[in-house]
């Protein structure tokens, strides 16, 4: 990232804006806020120098709760406003803030066209499998057979999966969270701040009112031990309770496959993840569950040129072959005409 660095010390309470802050009373976006709230200011990055850009959704609230610039803009359509800002001055730190729905319904097609140009910035995708803004619909990311106020028989939607979406999409950085699970988020904020590109984060956020405990399977403490994957590059894919089972990738099926190193393997049997590798990365997103653990942290990571970069090279490019721009000289070129 370029942007300018703060001259002084910031806190989280420098983050935190005048308004108040409205969601329903235990709803998983206070916890993404804090945290959130509480990384910024280890990233030392200026309050004028960033921009919260939402579109419409409870997430698109996120703006005005940050004592930063923001932009709370239309349906689906953020990413557009979001590629504007940062072509325009690419030195800002650019952040949107979108939904399951905003982001992969009504704007799926601005999200994919974002995540393949490589844009440098960072998208936060709150996942509750749920329409929670407009009482209870189902979303793009709903399970089947979901009941809803839109599916009273039960969604026969086969859903979306935000992360192997995005990755299908050509994303250079994807990540999944937990909304309270503070320290892995915040570790992947860092991370996505610190990535040259589109980094993509999908939040998995309860929505009390109309979808409470949808991730209970693997949040709750009864189940988060044996039922999520902490990835981490370089290390091997160990989980459960004193990290006693592990993925090993099956060299014939090229699948994954659970091994217990308390009945017959070793440390040595477990695949240790590069997350530079897409294949690992699409063999963990389509893990089906419970029967696989969910795997959470930075999936996937790679570099390449960003598209903000590119303009700003094809513009310094065309002024020097062509000279200082003339807009008078520009109007009256070409074929023109008098009425």
């Not at 804006?17 to 709230?37: F, H, K, M, N």
């Not at 090279?313 to 000289?329: F, H, I, M, V, Y």
């Amino acid at each position: 990232m370029n942007q300018t660095i703060t001259p002084e010390a910031l806190t989280r309470k420098d983050f935190m804006s005048d308004q108040e802050v409205r969601w329903c009373p235990g709803c998983g976006d206070y916890s993404i806020l804090a945290t959130v709230q509480r990384v910024m200011p280890d990233l030392g990055i200026a309050r004028e120098n960033m921009v919260w850009i939402s579109g419409i959704g409870c997430s698109s609230r996120f703006p005005y709760y940050m004592n930063t610039y923001g932009f709370h803009t239309i349906h689906g359509r953020a990413p557009a406003f979001a590629l504007g800002v940062k072509a325009a001055n690419p030195d800002l730190s650019v952040w949107l803030v979108t939904g399951d729905g905003d982001g992969l319904s009504i704007g799926g097609n601005h999200l994919l066209h974002l995540l393949r140009r490589n844009l440098d910035i960072n998208v936060l995708l709150f996942n509750n499998r749920i329409y929670g803004l407009t009482k209870g619909q189902y979303s793009p990311t709903s399970e089947v057979g979901k009941v809803t106020k839109s599916t009273p028989g039960g969604s026969a939607d086969h859903p979306v999966d935000p992360s192997a979406f995005a990755l299908g999409c050509g994303a250079s950085f994807v990540a999944r969270a937990v909304d309270v699970d503070a320290p892995n988020l915040g570790e992947v904020l860092k991370q996505a701040n610190a990535h040259r590109g589109t980094s993509f984060i999908e939040i998995y956020q309860n929505c009390p009112v109309f979808n409470d405990g949808a991730f209970d399977g693997f949040v709750d403490k009864a189940h988060k031990v044996d039922r999520q994957l902490h990835v981490q590059h370089g290390k091997p894919l160990l989980f459960g309770k004193d990290n006693k089972r592990g993925l090993r990738m099956n060299p014939n099926t090229l699948r994954f496959e659970v091994v217990d190193l308390e009945n017959g393997a070793s440390e040595a049997d477990v695949t240790v993840y590069d997350e530079t590798n897409i294949a690992f990365a699409q063999a963990l997103l389509r893990l089906p569950f419970p029967e696989f653990p969910v795997a959470l942290g930075v999936l996937y990571r790679s570099e390449r040129e960003t598209y903000d970069h590119a303009l700003v090279t094809q513009r310094e490019k065309a002024k020097a072959s062509n000279g200082a721009p003339d807009l008078e000289k520009l109007l009256n070129s070409g074929g023109t005409w008098k009425v």
